[in-house]
């Protein structure tokens, strides 16, 4: 993206995060470079948006370790995107400000980034629309305004798509390219995997807290290693139907 | 039935003819419950912030005591305001009994549980709906306040007028600590008890009147002002 350091690669080691006693995230050890596009794919409740909030830093991992080029504070650099675009009771344009605001810049310097974010995501004529009157697919182009006016060199999306029509989709999916183009890390999650295909260089395959395979996303889709995965790109509903067969599979991968 | 009639005429005409201890009557109430309702929104408001927004020792007792201290009896509060502010009271000193300034410090008392209540429940809202997003963005708690409440302004306005009709329809506590002196520390509700246990139905009824025009007019804005807001804000 330009000079800067960068605050890639991302180590996550051993990371493990519990909830109301279950372990939700298992032992995950993973490393993410700059540049390809990282898709993560699993069924609802693999542990996918936990996984994304653990390297976005805002959940604590129980064990293991969450590091950011050897260890540096990348909070500045990093920003992510939820399924549920959050909008303050505020204009557009005064929604990126604010966040440009959080990070420090003065007034005089937000104002042309705010002009060129809502430029580049085509909201330059709902600046001054307050922004919860926005449409859903507005609201998550403004969310992606708000981000690239912060220029991070990571962006975690949480199924930006995921409840967003066709046309809605492609634009998001249009401005997460120009991300891409611009430098940005991306890794993202999503239940589109027409999506992943589009927009992925590899894929992340997450079941039940654990990476079970890990693939460019050519080889993913045509010839996934891991029973699971093949399962899962067919479309069955592998979370009840192969349960028995998932147990076998946690003690295999324990077992290593 | 020819008195209460009688009453209501001349009440009106003690209204449009803008009788000077009316007058005089009505701007020391509403001078006495703005004043009592600005302080205790500048002490409610980040009071209410805090509890909703900061984990501490204690923190659940703090919010069942505010919730109690909202129907807080006014008699009780003019008692202690009475004991504290008497000649052998701890703060005697002063001479403040019987002022518009000791009606003040009830109203205060009275009025801030409500506002800091409200407003705990208002930011404590908003914080769990936004709290990802500008954890995500950079700012914890702390920075977030001014977001919040600016967020919750008009949900809080509400709040305020709360604070505002208790501290204007009050008697008890402004009758105990200010003693309802002609010209120094009579408002509208003190005159009103006052005047209907004299008999003089005229005096009581135009300031009945007043008050409930006053209070209608304040909440019928907050009204039209929030509902505007939320067809502008969504």
């Given at each position: 993206?330009?000079?800067?350091?960068?605050?890639?690669?991302?180590?996550?080691?051993?990371?493990?995060?519990?909830?109301?006693?279950?372990?939700?995230?298992?032992?995950?050890?993973?490393?993410?470079?700059?540049?390809?596009?990282?898709?993560i794919?699993g069924?609802?409740?693999a542990g996918k948006?936990?996984f994304?909030?653990?390297?976005?830093?805002?959940?604590?991992?129980?064990?293991?370790?969450?590091?950011?080029?050897?260890?540096?504070?990348?909070?500045?650099?990093?920003?992510?995107?939820?399924?549920?675009?959050?909008?303050?009771?505020?204009?557009?344009?005064?929604?990126?400000?604010?966040?440009?605001?959080?990070?420090?810049?003065?007034?005089?310097?937000?104002?042309?980034?705010?002009?060129?974010?809502?430029?580049?995501?085509?909201?330059?004529?709902?600046?001054?629309?307050?922004?919860?009157?926005?449409?859903?697919?507005?609201?998550?182009?403004?969310?992606?305004?708000?981000?690239?006016?912060?220029?991070?060199?990571?962006?975690?999306?949480?199924?930006?798509?995921?409840?967003?029509?066709?046309?809605?989709?492609?634009?998001?999916?249009?401005?997460?390219?120009?991300?891409?183009?611009?430098?940005?890390?991306?890794?993202?999650?999503?239940?589109?995997?027409?999506?992943?295909?589009?927009?992925?260089?590899?894929?992340?395959f997450i079941y039940?807290?654990?990476i079970?395979?890990?693939?460019?996303?050519?080889?993913?889709?045509?010839?996934?290693?891991?029973?699971?995965?093949?399962?899962?790109?067919?479309?069955?509903?592998?979370?009840?139907?192969?349960?028995?067969?998932?147990?076998?599979?946690?003690?295999?991968?324990?077992?290593? | 039935?020819?008195?209460?009639?009688?009453?209501?005429?001349?009440?009106?005409?003690?209204?449009?003819?803008?009788?000077?201890?009316?007058?005089?009557?009505?701007?020391?109430?509403?001078?006495?419950?703005?004043?009592?309702?600005?302080?205790?929104?500048?002490?409610?408001?980040?009071?209410?912030?805090?509890?909703?927004?900061?984990?501490?020792?204690?923190?659940?007792?703090?919010?069942?005591?505010?919730?109690?201290?909202?129907?807080?009896?006014?008699?009780?509060?003019?008692?202690?305001?009475?004991?504290?502010?008497?000649?052998?009271?701890?703060?005697?000193?002063?001479?403040?009994?019987?002022?518009?300034?000791?009606?003040?410090?009830?109203?205060?008392?009275?009025?801030?549980?409500?506002?800091?209540?409200?407003?705990?429940?208002?930011?404590?809202?908003?914080?769990?709906?936004?709290?990802?997003?500008?954890?995500?963005?950079?700012?914890?708690?702390?920075?977030?306040?001014?977001?919040?409440?600016?967020?919750?302004?008009?949900?809080?306005?509400?709040?305020?007028?709360?604070?505002?009709?208790?501290?204007?329809?009050?008697?008890?506590?402004?009758?105990?600590?200010?003693?309802?002196?002609?010209?120094?520390?009579?408002?509208?509700?003190?005159?009103?008890?006052?005047?209907?246990?004299?008999?003089?139905?005229?005096?009581?009824?135009?300031?009945?009147?007043?008050?409930?025009?006053?209070?209608?007019?304040?909440?019928?804005?907050?009204?039209?002002?929030?509902?505007?807001?939320?067809?502008?804000?969504?």
């Amino acid at each position: 993206m330009d000079a800067r350091t960068s605050i890639l690669p991302l180590e996550l080691s051993g990371v493990s995060f519990t909830a109301g006693g279950q372990r939700l995230i298992k032992d995950i050890s993973a490393t993410f470079e700059a540049g390809p596009r990282t898709i993560i794919v699993g069924p609802n409740g693999a542990g996918k948006s936990l996984f994304l909030r653990l390297c976005h830093g805002l959940i604590k991992p129980d064990a293991g370790q969450v590091l950011w080029n050897g260890g540096g504070d990348a909070t500045p650099h990093q920003a992510m995107v939820f399924q549920r675009p959050v909008m303050l009771r505020r204009s557009a344009a005064a929604n990126v400000d604010y966040a440009l605001h959080l990070k420090g810049l003065p007034r005089n310097e937000r104002r042309e980034l705010v002009a060129e974010a809502l430029a580049r995501t085509g909201l330059s004529r709902f600046a001054r629309s307050p922004a919860r009157v926005l449409s859903f697919g507005e609201q998550q182009r403004l969310a992606l305004a708000r981000t690239w006016a912060l220029n991070p060199q990571v962006l975690f999306l949480d199924e930006p798509t995921a409840s967003l029509d066709p046309a809605a989709t492609h634009s998001v999916e249009e401005i997460i390219s120009a991300f891409h183009d611009a430098g940005t890390k991306i890794v993202m999650t999503t239940h589109d995997l027409g999506q992943a295909r589009r927009l992925g260089d590899e894929v992340l395959f997450i079941y039940r807290g654990r990476i079970l395979e890990r693939a460019p996303v050519d080889r993913f889709f045509t010839a996934p290693e891991n029973d699971l995965a093949q399962a899962f790109i067919k479309g069955e509903l592998l979370w009840w139907r192969r349960g028995e067969g998932a147990e076998e599979n946690e003690d295999r991968e324990e077992g290593e | 039935m020819t008195d209460i009639g009688n009453a209501f005429i001349q009440a009106f005409e003690l209204v449009v003819g803008l009788d000077p201890d009316l007058a005089e009557i009505v701007l020391l109430s509403l001078k006495v419950s703005l004043l009592a309702v600005f302080l205790a929104t500048a002490i409610g408001l980040p009071l209410g912030a805090a509890v909703a927004l900061f984990r501490f020792p204690g923190r659940g007792g703090v919010i069942v005591l505010l919730n109690a201290l909202m129907g807080l009896p006014p008699v009780v509060v003019g008692l202690v305001v009475y004991l504290t502010l008497s000649r052998a009271g701890p703060l005697g000193v002063f001479g403040l009994l019987f002022t518009p300034t000791a009606m003040i410090i009830a109203q205060v008392l009275l009025v801030t549980p409500i506002i800091a209540a409200l407003t705990r429940q208002v930011i404590e809202d908003l914080w769990s709906e936004y709290e990802e997003q500008l954890r995500s963005l950079g700012a914890g708690p702390a920075r977030a306040v001014p977001a919040l409440l600016w967020d919750g302004r008009y949900t809080l306005l509400t709040t305020v007028l709360a604070g505002f009709g208790r501290a204007s329809a009050e008697v008890g506590a402004v009758m105990m600590v200010g003693g309802n002196i002609d010209h120094v520390t009579r408002v509208m509700t003190t005159a009103i008890a006052l005047e209907v246990s004299k008999g003089d139905l005229a005096l009581a009824l135009g300031l009945g009147v007043i008050l409930i025009v006053l209070s209608g007019t304040v909440n019928a804005a907050a009204f039209m002002l929030k509902e505007a807001a939320i067809r502008k804000h969504g």
